[in-house]
Nanobody, 126 residues
Framework: QVQLIQSGGGLASPGGTLTLSCAASDTAIIYTTAWFRQAPGKEREFLAGIRADRWTGVTTFYADSVKGRFTLSRESAKNTVNLQMSGLEPGDTAVYYC?????????????????WGQGAAVTVSS
């Protein structure tokens, strides 16, 4: 059973940068770490995914809504995936979640996730 612990989030100014982290308790299985967000009154939205395995290396993919602004990275030694968010806009205000999924599609369907982080609130406001 994979457990995901999130850190980061908070308040940012428009145009600012925030980084969210997702630390996993288990790396024995291969899965995609996906990031989602959910704004009040809206459905959970897929943002980005990253997967590493010895056959295909590291694969990253992004939703069009965040491509070029959000960047995924891995810290293998810490079993951590980071989501750096730059050029933040008020429309990015939401609760952000990381999740583990066996899928490798773009977008990742949130129903495919078998583990979720606890969520982190991000507010973009001047």
């Amino acid at each position: 059973q994979v457990q995901l612990i999130q850190s980061g989030g908070g308040l940012a100014s428009p145009g600012g940068t925030l980084t969210l982290s997702c630390a996993a308790s288990d790396t024995a299985i291969i899965y995609t770490t996906a990031w989602f967000r959910q704004a009040p009154g809206k459905e959970r939205e897929f943002l980005a995914g990253i997967r590493a395995d010895r056959w295909t290396g590291v694969t990253t993919f992004y939703a069009d809504s965040v491509k070029g602004r959000f960047t995924l990275s891995r810290e293998s030694a810490k079993n951590t995936v980071n989501l750096q968010m730059s050029g933040l806009e008020p429309g990015d205000t939401a609760v952000y979640y990381c999740a583990a999924s066996r899928d490798l599609t773009n977008p990742i369907d949130p129903r495919s996730a078998f583990a979720w982080g606890q969520g982190a609130a991000v507010t973009v406001s001047s």
